[in-house]
């Protein structure tokens, strides 16, 4: 990490609201109706069980920081939540241990290469890169919080309930069918303990990250879990705090960086959120402050990211005003730009 000097200043929150609820269900409504036709993209088969989708479902769920939950279509039916139990896992070990170890160990920069790139691994010596991808989720999960293998699944299974708001289930079917398919997973955790950077034996671990991978969750739970994120780490249905707000910020920044896997970047150019996407088809995107979009279909790009997800987030994150980038003058009207520039002669001394 570079040096900073922003000891002892003040961390501002973000600021803004959503528009009023009304006009939030309405550009859901139309965001559903846009791109509900779409059918460009593939369902993941690498894991057998996902080919199993449904090719139609759509759900769309905006959850705001003060509880309220705005959903259409598909928004309960449940899937596994894959990669999206990444960013999750990562804030539930920072908030135990602070971000200094997994900072050291994983990183936070992307690799500019597939999820589960080995490649990537062994240009980078060993070092993962960030928590998003599989070789610095795997090493992550080995950090978890619990002496055994059982104890760091308890820790995960309970931590992410808190995200949610309730218990979640693991898909038996996608945890066998992954755990007999995950052969490049195995190298992966085999390859960073070869670098000392995997705390644990691989099999075990592997095994405990598949099972995350195999969780059960809804549109509606993920965009839960994001709005959680979005509201300084508590919960805004519960009203529980699941980790710090410091934990909130940094989890944000990793998935800003890494959320959308090698298309992270245009995503943050397009979109301006961060956030998190998962083969099964979910997408969860966070505005800072203001809530959480949750997505669900499960054909995807080259890269892994759902298509029409990925189209109804750009839309409402334009018209909900939520990209973290744009901003309007203040004050433009008080002070009229010069329509052009003067010519050199035409100026005045
Ligand atoms: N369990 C999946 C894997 O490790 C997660 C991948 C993803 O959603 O990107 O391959």
Known sequence: MFETDTEGIRQEAATGALPARDRVEQLVRAA??????????SVADYIPALAEADHGWFGICVAD?????????????????????????????????????????????????????????????GHPMNPMVNAGAIATTALVAGETADA???????????????????????????????????????????YGRLDGEPGEIVEVYTRQ????????????????????????????RVVSEEVSRDTLAVLAANGLYERSGEWLFQIGLPAKSGVSGGIVSIAPGKGAIGTFAPPLDAAGNSVRGERATAYLSRTLGLNLFASAAVGASAVPAPASTPAPDERTV
């Open 32 to 41: 559903h109706e846009r791109y509900r036709g779409v059918d460009a993209g």
């Open 213 to 240: 991978c195999s969780l059960l969750v809804t549109a509606r739970d993920i965009a839960i879990m994001g709005a959680t994120l979005a509201d300084g780490g508590v919960n805004p249905v519960t009203g529980e």
């Open 152 to 194: 760091k699944w308890e820790t995960i299974a309970r931590g992410l309930a808190r995200f949610a708001g309730r218990a979640l289930e693991v898909d038996d079917r996608v945890f066998t069918s992954e755990s007999e398919t995950n052969s490049r997973n195995q190298a992966i955790a085999r390859l960073l303990q070869s």
């Open 65 to 125: 920081t003060a509880g309220g939950l705005v959903e259409i279509g598909d928004t309960g039916v449940p899937f596994s939540i894959q990669s999206i139990s990444k960013a999750f896992v990562y804030a539930l070990v920072c908030d135990a241990f602070g971000h200094e170890r997994i900072g050291e160990l994983v990183g936070v920069d992307n690799t500019g290469l597939p999820f589960n790139s080995v490649i990537a691994l062994e240009l980078n010596g």
